[in-house]
């Protein structure tokens, strides 16, 4: 926890001086390595994935739910990366490291549950949406609407005071629309979590499209190589909040039926539980 008042905080003092947010996953760039080495096979990326017992038993689970839908068991990391590939295993590896790393922050007044709960309907309805178009993004849209609010977690770890503040004024004028949320956060803190979440991922040297569909989260007037990437976590985000699921915008952006949004909305509540479970087991 630091102790800034807003007028001098800055990005890169909520990322100074933490070791768990200054390291990245260390998996997923063991992983990493392999998947740019031409030298390397799915063997070599099995190794590194059942080095940690855990980590391989969630994955397999993953794997063998109704995430993927599989006819058959699959009872073997070698033959996951068979079923799935290896880059998309080692973005799920990612997401639940990242899930894993964010499940203990302290407050009362924060549900780290309700976070992740929000965000994995965020991040399946994020692959839906990719589904829908055309699978642009088949490896990353889940991983990019999973972590795409996470600056709100590093507010709460770094500044919770300042974080704190933030929630009870956005309780007090809910429901908002997201750039109102952000102006908010930047009047009180001077900048937004979507600001925090992308120098975060940025640090971590992870790939330019999360960055870059965190970064844009705010700004749909903008184009760019990750911008329709962008889009449709901005609707996933809005279409995820049970409470106020509907944004015209963010629908009207990406030329939506109501009866699209609720064949997809309709599919991921299908799946919900059972793959919440796996991501956040401490249920």
Same mark, same amino acid.
């Given at each position: *926890?630091?102790?800034?008042? %807003?007028? +001098? ?28 080495? %031409?030298?390397? +096979? ?37 033959? &996951?990366?068979? *079923?799935?590939?290896?880059? #998309? ?10 899930? !894993? ?6 407050? /009362? ?34 991983? =990019? ?25 956005? /309780? $007090?004028?809910?429901?908002? &629309?997201?750039?109102? !949320?952000? +102006? ?10 979507? /600001? ?21 989260? =705010? ?20 279409? $995820?909040?049970? #409470?106020? %699921? ?13 009866? /699209? ?9 299908? #799946?919900? !539980? ?7 087991? +401490?249920?």
């Amino acid at each position: *926890m630091i102790a800034y008042s %807003p007028s +001098t905080l800055t990005v890169a003092d909520l990322l100074r001086g933490d070791l768990q947010l200054a390291s990245p996953p260390n998996a997923y760039f063991l992983l990493k390595k392999i998947v740019e080495d %031409p030298n390397k +096979t799915a063997k070599d990326a099995a190794v590194v994935i059942e080095a940690d017992a855990a980590l391989a038993v969630k994955l397999l689970k993953i794997v063998n739910s109704a995430f993927y839908g599989f006819p058959s068991q699959i009872s073997s990391i070698s033959k &996951a990366i068979t *079923m799935i590939g290896t880059r #998309e295993l080692q973005n799920l590896v990612l997401g639940t490291l990242i899930v !894993e790393r964010f499940s203990d922050l302290p407050g /009362q007044h924060f549900s780290i549950h309700d976070f992740w709960a929000r965000n994995l309907r965020c991040a399946l309805i994020a692959r839906e949406l990719d589904i829908h178009f055309g699978k642009h993004y088949v490896d990353t849209a889940f991983l =990019c609407g999973l972590v795409h609010n996470i600056g709100q977690l590093v507010f709460y770890r770094r500044i919770p005071v300042l974080a704190r503040e933030v929630d009870l004024l956005l /309780q $007090s004028q809910t429901p908002l &629309a997201v750039d109102e !949320e952000v +102006t908010i956060e930047q009047n009180v803190i001077g900048f937004d979590h979507f /600001q925090a979440g992308a120098e975060l991922c940025k640090q971590w040297m992870l790939p330019d499209v999360i960055v870059e569909s965190i970064r844009l989260h =705010c700004f749909p007037d903008l184009i760019g190589p990750y911008a329709d990437l962008a889009a449709m976590v901005r609707l996933a985000n809005c279409l $995820s909040r049970i #409470e106020n %699921p509907y944004d015209a915008h963010a629908v009207n952006a990406l030329n939506l039926t109501p009866e /699209q949004i609720s064949f997809i909305l309709d599919k991921i509540s299908d #799946e919900f !539980e059972v793959i919440f479970k796996l991501f956040y087991p +401490t249920v």
